[in-house]
Every structure is written in C-alpha cells, then in structure tokens.
C-alpha cells in the first residue's frame, strides 16, 4: 500500500474508536444528568416525625385503668383499645394460673387482638367450643382462634402458636393489678410490635415503645366493651 | 455488531419509532422557534414531577392547605425549591405556550392541513389558563382565595342555567370546602387528563403533517436523521431551560402571603395572577360595572372565538408574514394591548377606569402599533426578499447606527408621554379647564408626527445598505 | 487540518463528562439539611454541563461549533460553581 492509503486507513480506524468513545461519552453524561434529576427523590428518606398528643413528652406507655377484677367473668372475654385508640385488645380470665397473668389468681391476661399473620381479628374460644367459622375444630383450652386463615394461639400459655399460619405470638398487654382496690391497669405492650406498627417481629423494647405509639392518638381513657367471643 | 446497536435494533424492531416518532427532520427544524411547543411539554413535566412531589405532603382541607404548605416550604428539605420551581414553571409553561400560539400565528401555521391542530392548541392553551387557575388557589392565602373568589363571582354574571352549572361543577355548594376540593381535583386529575388527551391528538397530527416549513417558502433541505442531532438539539435546549428554572428558584424562592380568613381578606384587593390581569383590567373599565359585564364578557369570548377559528376566517394561502399586512398587524397589536393591559392591571389595583381613559389607552395602543406596522411593510415592499425576520432585527438595530437621532426621538418619546399623561389625567379628573387639555394634545400629537417621521426619515436613508 | 480541529472535541468531551459524574455524585451525598440552595444551583449548572455536552457533539464537525456560545456556557457554568461554592461556606 502506498503512504497515502495506509495514512487514509489510520484515519478511518482512529475515526471508529473515536466515534465509540463519543458514543461512551455521550451515554456516560446522559446517565449522569439523569442521576442527578433523579437525586431530588431524596427528599422521600425524609419521613414526617410522628403526631403524638404533646410532641414535647417524651415516648411513654400510657397508663390506663381498665376495668376492676369484680367485673370480670371468667366467660366474657372484654374488648379495649390500648395504647392508640385504633389498637384493640382482648382481656379476659382464664381460670388458670396464666403466662403474664395478674390479680389474686394471676390468671387475668390481655392480648392484642390483631392476628400477627395478616392484621385480621381473631376471636376468643374456651374449651370445648368451635370458632363460628370452622365447626369440626374444637378448642382444647382458652384460646385465641383466627377465623381469616386458621391461626391458633394458646391464651394461657404467653399466646403462643399452636396451630395456623401465624408467624409469631400476639403482644401482651402489660397489667398491674391494684390489691388495695382491685383494679387493673394497662401499664404497656409486650414484645413483639401490634401487627402494622414497624417492622414485623421487633423485639427490642425501644424500638416496641417507639413503634407501637406512631400512627394514631393514644387512649386517654378506656372503653371497655363486652365481646360476644 | 457492537452492544448498543444491538439494543437499539431490539427496540426499533418492537416499537419502530424510527418510523414514527423519531423520523428525520428537515433541516431548518434547528431552530428555537420550532422547538416551543416540545419545551411547553418539558414544563408540563416538570409541572407533573414536582406536583406530584408535592402531593406527598399537601393536604386540600381548608384548615390544612396553607399549613401543609408552609410545612413543605419550611420543613421538607428541597421543600421550597419543589414549590419554587413549580410555581416558575407555571409561568414559564404559559409563556411558552403563549409564545408558540403567537409564533404559529406569524408564520401562518393555520393554514391547510393544519387547521384542527390549531383548534387542538388553542384549547390546550384554555386547559393551561385552567390549570393556573386551579392551581393557584391551593395554598389557601389571602392572595390566592380573594382572586379565585372573584373569578368564581364572574360566573355569576353568565346566563342563568350555564351559570349555575358552571358554579356548581367548580364551586360546589358555595362552600370553602366544596371549592377546594373541587379546584385540587380539576388541578390533579380532569385538567392532566384533558390536556394528556389533547397532547396526544396534537402530536398525532403532527406525525402526519411534520413541522411547518419556513413562511417564506418550502427550502429543498435534506432530512436530518433523529440520533443523533436532533436529539442532541432537543437535550440541549430542554436542559438550558430547566437549568434557567431551576436557577431561577434557588435564587428566588417563593414567598407566600398570609393564611386566608375573611378578617385578613376584607382589607386586601384582589388581583388575579398575571397572566389574567389583562382580562382582569378589561373589566374594571367604568362601563363595564355592573350590567356592562355582559358587554365585557361578552366581546372577550367574541375575540377568543375569532383566534380559535382563526384558520377558517383567514382563507388567503400566503403564508409568509411579509404578504399578510393585516393579520400581522392585528397580532402585533394583540401582544402590544395585552402587555399594555397587564402593567397597567398592576399600577391600578381595585381601581375602576374611566371610559375615556380606557379608550385612549387602548385606542393610543392599537394607532401606534399600527402605523409602525404600516410604515415597516412600506419600507418592506421597496426591498423584497428580505423575511420579515431579519427585516425587524435590522430595524431593531437602527437605534445603535444613528445616535443622536435616536436621542432625539427617546426625548419625543418622553415629551409625548408626559403629554399624554398629563392629557389622560385632565380628562379623568373631569375638565379644569380647556387650555391644558388642549396643550397636552397639541404636543402629544407634535411629538407624535415628529417621531413618525424621524423613523420614516432614518428607513428610508440608507435603501439598500442599511435594511 | 481537519483531524487536529477534531481531536480537541474527545478531551473536552471527556472533561464535561467528568465533571457531570463529580456533581452528580456529590448531589446524592450532600447533606440534604444544610445545603438546600446548593443543591438548587448544582443541579442547574449540571443541566447546563450537560447542554454543552450536546451542543459540542450536535454540530457536525468542530469548526461549526460557535466558541462564543461554548464559552458563554463555560462563564455560566464558572459562575453557578462559585455561587454554590459561597452558599456552601455560609
């Protein structure tokens, strides 16, 4: 080849390289003024403080009387809503020396209602008897039955799982029990979180604290209501 | 083949946009003007993301709209730059929408084949104003909810089974909370979906007709294909602007007025937004009070109807400005009494103006610009071939060649204004008396024929050099 | 000649998108509290970057590229930098 072609050639492979690089070039800078654009979206990460009564107390359990032990039926389990007034829960005696129970038979207990599976309602069965839902399944003891998918927890026994899907045991509701009166107060929830507030499962107390008061007004007084399950 | 035309063959081979959508231009597309309406939608997205940031936080209750609000400004980080932005981006989407409409306007557009995409365009222009003025209500201050009232008040004035079902579809019952909701609904959804669905038309269209050619005439010009210029083009000037926006905001960041309450209101006059306040001034013209609105009202829908039809009331088939004399000048005099209209609108607020002010102002407006007009096609027809483009940048630039002409008609200009003034004035605090009235005109209209003539001398001195 | 005029279009090109990726980084780790206003200013002078990057590469050959407007996009630029930079030192 003469001079002349092999300079033409040079040229013609400098001209390809350059042309990828200008492609690269060009890619590279559209990607980059996008990212930017994009880093606006940051201001998602900022998440609104939670709206408490007073935003000048610091995080606290309520402390909320409840009902006193002489209303109390060992058959009638009483609904209340404790520490928001959205989170319900479930008090009832189990007529047995119970997990987290209080007053003169510490077999006084109340769980959140809120099935840890997927946020529905359970209802409360007592031996022998059968869920509206489900008339083959007998109750062995006082128990926690979840009517949306099956779930099973054992009242007595800290609410833990005995059958269902549920992934976890429902909070407990922390009572003290007056003897001088016979009241009984909700003083704080157990771990893990109420279905909803937070990541599911959270156990470190804190995090509890924290997660179980966001997202609504807590209770100010109680309403205690009689259940039919 | 190398990776990313293997990627691009994969997507053209699914969506062939090559075909469509990303079809090569003429060469003379390279040019901002043809450029207006894409930069109209690049504010509409803006608008769209922004608002949509927005959304996250506002809450449109009338107890929470100004406090949700000031927490975006004043809590949310890059809250009061997402505000600013979107409130600059308004103005910038209706400025340029106005300047595409008036662009299309001067180069003819209209004409056959693309009689409904100016029908199409004209109202989405109608659905921007809408969305100017839904939107500006939504902050709930004194400013914004005085203003909305009286265009709501407008409505009132209108033939009783349109009226109220006018009120009705855009103010509810008449309650605060009715109106509310009702203008963030028509701000977040019914006015995006219409002006969506008016988009997609319009661009349909377009993919069929192409870009308008040049006025003066179809240029033989190759086509360009899309990537990678045109595109470049496109990323180019979307940028600049976003970047002038955006610049815009950080440096002046928007400041809201106080929360509304009928206490605060009573001693605040409403004045709509700018962009209304031409029509806004149109209305507070003495004979317009009262039962004169019908007229007001009445002639401004007559204009608007005569610009959306405009296509078929102008049937000549000349397209460049240079052969359509009469359209040019009754566009340039629109501009010249709109933006007359709007300063005026702000140095006068809650004032009605006297009849006679009025017309003399507006009147004064349209003779001025239009013996300008005339005098520039005079010149024009001595020189042919010159675009009417190139024609008024050179006029533009006659001020610069000949200084102390242009000094002595600056003076004409100032003595001519403070004529009038004073003749405006007189006439509006009723006559004291006949001579200073008399003296004004006579040197108003003085000024006036010395002006004339001076630019009449200063075109045609230099024929063929100069222009 | 021709070849040189076009050479210098890959340095500056790679320049630009440099500094496109360094702002563009640093908008996503600045503290997002503080530097609000700077924030709004690099982000326009990245948008303004960027219009230079294709204005370089729209033009067919470099000889057609007017240096009058690259370089009022360059003063821009300079000027938005030292604007944040200020803000930033507040």
Known sequence: ?????????????????????????????????????????????????????????????????????????????????????????????????????????????????????????????????????????????????????GGQFDLVNGAKVIGGPPPRPVPAVMLEYDKNTGDIYAIGMGPPTIFGHGPPGTTDPALVLRHDLEGGELVTEATVFAGTQ | MSLESKIAKWFESRLGLKATVLRPVPEYSFNPFYWLGALTVIAFLMQAFTGLLMLIYYVPATDQAYSSTVYIIKTVPLGWLIETVHLYGAYAMILLASLHMFRGYFVSVQKKPREMMWVTGMLMGLVVLGFGLTGYLLPWTVVSKSATDVSIGMLSFLPAQIGSVLTFLLAGTGSNV?????????????????????????????????????????????????????????????????????????????????????????????????????????????????????????????????????????????????????????????????????????????????????????????????????????????????????????????????????????????????????????????????????????????????????????????????? | MKVDQEVVKYPVGWVLVILLITIAVYLWLLDLFSMQRVFGVLLASELVVFAMLAYLYSKPSFSKVSKSWFLAGAISVAVFLFLALTLATQ
């Open chain 1, 1 to 149: 080849m003469t001079p002349r072609e092999l300079q033409r050639d040079d040229i013609a492979e400098t001209g390809k390289s350059k042309r990828h690089s200008l492609k690269i070039i060009l890619a590279l800078g559209g990607l980059a003024t996008l990212g930017s654009i994009a880093s606006t979206l940051r201001i998602l990460g900022f998440i609104p403080p939670p709206t408490q009564g007073t935003s000048n107390q610091p995080l606290a359990w309520p402390r909320i009387k409840l009902v006193n032990v002489s209303a109390i039926d060992s058959s009638k389990p009483l609904r209340f809503n404790y520490p928001l007034v959205d989170t319900p829960n479930v008090l009832l005696k189990v007529g047995q020396s119970a997990q987290n129970g209080v007053g003169p038979d510490s077999d006084i207990v109340a769980y959140s209602n809120v099935c840890q599976h997927l946020g529905c309602f359970y209802g409360v069965l007592f031996s022998g008897s059968s869920p509206p839902c489900n008339s083959s399944y007998k109750a062995r003891g006082t128990e926690g039955y979840c009517c949306c998918h």
């Open chain 2, 178 to 467: 009715a109106e509310l909701s009702r203008f963030f609904d028509l701000h977040i959804v019914v006015l995006p979906a219409g002006l969506l669905v008016l988009l997609a038309l319009k661009m349909y269209m377009f993919e069929v007709h192409g870009a308008a050619e040049p006025s003066t005439g179809p240029k033989p010009s190759k086509e360009v294909p899309w990537f990678p210029r045109v595109y470049l083009y496109f990323a180019m000037i979307g940028s600049v602007f976003v970047a002038a926006v955006l610049l815009a905001s950080a440096l002046f960041p928007v400041s809201l007025s106080a929360e509304f309450s009928p206490q605060a209101a009573s001693g605040y006059v409403p004045q709509p937004e700018w962009y209304f306040l031409s029509l806004y001034q149109v209305l507070k013209f003495a004979s317009f009070e009262g039962e004169g609105i019908y007229y007001a009202l009445g002639g401004v829908t007559v204009i608007l109807a005569l610009f959306v039809l405009l296509p078929f009331i102008d049937r000549g088939t000349k397209r460049d400005a240079a052969s359509r004399p009469f359209y040019t000048t009754i566009g340039l005099i629109l501009i010249a009494e709109l933006a007359t209209l709007t300063v005026w609108g702000y140095f006068t607020p809650g004032q009605v103006i006297p009849d006679l002010q009025a017309l003399v102002i507006i009147v004064g407006v349209a003779l001025v610009i239009a013996i300008m007009t005339a005098l520039t096609y005079r010149m024009r027809n001595k020189m042919r071939g010159l675009p009417i483009g190139k024609l008024g940048l050179r006029f533009m630039a006659l001020p610069l060649r000949h200084r102390t002409i242009t000094a002595m008609f600056v003076g004409l200009l100032v003595i001519g204004s403070v004529s009038m003034a004073g003749l405006v004035r007189s006439l509006a605090a009723g006559s004291i008396g006949f001579a200073a009235p008399f003296l004004n005109f006579i040197v108003l209209v003085s000024s006036f024929c010395f002006m004339a003539r001076i630019l009449r001398n200063l075109t045609l001195r230099q024929r063929g050099t100069l222009l």
